[in-house]
């Protein structure tokens, strides 16, 4: 599975934030756990196995959980995420773990930015869909030593990889992201226009600055798209200071999530996968509901507002689009509910938001509807 093994670390749960940190912005994590595990592990689409090299997704990272690792414990798990178009894995969850308790499903989740998957096609072209990966992490008595791994040399027994203990910051709160004139300028000149993806994996200064960053993912390889990354992520990205600054073991690291779509795509500038670190008021709605809807009798409706992202992250230049029903004021309403929104500054696709144009359906209701 480890062709070129980069780095190998050990994942160590963050310490409790200090009694006199801010709690943090409300946030949709594209790491978050969403339901129960099941009992038996469901049928995989792609498998990863620390220890194989058949892997239907090439990693040249490994997150190991802390206590997992020092008792020699192996685990498995399978995670259920939601792949885009693009085969990114944008949100997924713990589908399945054993053994539960020691860590093996958030240090799987840890691993997400580095998944990158054929996605599923539909009639015409790639789609969004549902996939499940299913991890198994092997004992340190089976692991390869670093050397060998990136020897290209038989793997044998009783060589533990040399680990180092680092917190792990899974969803990152950005206050400083590249823009898409960066990621445009970044692209580099031998990729000759196809798409290209990395991951760069970097340490987070107290200021949230990154700096050490290393690429861990390159696909394409060879067409500078690694290099591209980690210039991108240590020169462009800051985490918000006070997640930077909130206490925790080891070193903060961070896995930044790069793609470089064609240059014609770049030049569309639409947000297709926000990450909303502020929602409006569920209780606006009531207030909001358009009163000539009301009287027609009608009870729900959709409205849709086109917005711009301004530079950090909140949504400006709000516009009405065609709603269902259309002509009721259902997307007015939108527009006003849309301007106490605020996104992450990078995507849950790997690509700026910043001077974006972005496309918001919501969904307005009279009453509350039944659970």
Request: with cysteine.
């Amino acid at each position: 599975m480890i062709a070129q093994a980069l780095a190998l670390m050990l994942a160590a749960a963050p310490a409790p934030p200090a009694a006199s940190a801010p709690p943090p912005d409300a946030t949709v994590s594209p790491l978050e756990v969403l339901r129960r595990p099941d009992n038996k592990p469901p049928p995989a689409d792609a498998k990863i196995d620390m220890q194989g090299t058949d892997d239907d997704i090439d990693q040249q990272v490994v997150i190991w959980p802390g206590t997992a690792y020092h008792a020699g414990l192996g685990g498995r798990v399978t995670l259920r995420c939601l792949v885009d178009a693009h085969g990114l894995a944008e949100r997924c969850e713990v589908a399945y773990e054993a053994p539960t308790g020691k860590g093996f499903g958030k240090a799987a989740l840890e691993m997400r930015p580095t998944f990158k998957l054929a996605p599923t096609l539909g009639p015409d072209g790639p789609v969004a869909g549902i996939k499940n990966i299913s991890i198994t992490f092997k004992g340190t008595d089976s692991q390869v030593t670093m050397a060998a791994a990136m020897k290209g040399g038989t793997f044998g027994l009783h060589n533990p990889l040399q680990m180092r203990q680092v917190t792990m910051l899974d969803f990152p709160v950005w206050s400083a992201a590249a823009s898409f004139d960066d990621l445009a300028a970044a692209y580099p000149v031998k990729a000759g226009g196809v798409e290209g993806y990395a991951v760069a994996h970097c340490q987070v200064r107290g200021t949230g600055a990154l700096w050490s960053c290393q690429n861990i993912k390159e696909t394409p390889e060879k067409l500078g798209f690694g290099a591209a990354a980690t210039a991108l992520a240590a020169a462009k990205f800051r985490v918000l200071p006070r997640l930077a600054q909130t206490r925790h073991s080891g070193e903060l690291w961070v896995d930044v999530p790069i793609r470089f779509p064609p240059p014609a795509e770049l030049a569309q500038r639409t947000v297709m996968a926000p990450t909303w670190v502020a929602a409006f008021d569920p209780k606006a709605v009531l207030k909001l509901f358009p009163p000539e809807a009301a009287a027609s009798g009608l009870t729900t409706g959709r409205g849709v507002a086109r917005c711009t992202v301004a530079a950090d992250g909140a949504l400006t230049a709000c516009a009405p689009e065609p709603g269902d029903p259309d002509g009721l004021g259902f997307s007015e309403a939108a527009v006003k509910l849309a301007s106490n929104m605020k996104m992450n500054l990078w995507s849950a696709d790997a690509e700026p938001v910043e001077g974006g144009v972005v496309h918001i359906p919501i969904r307005l209701n009279l009453k509350a509807q039944a659970k």
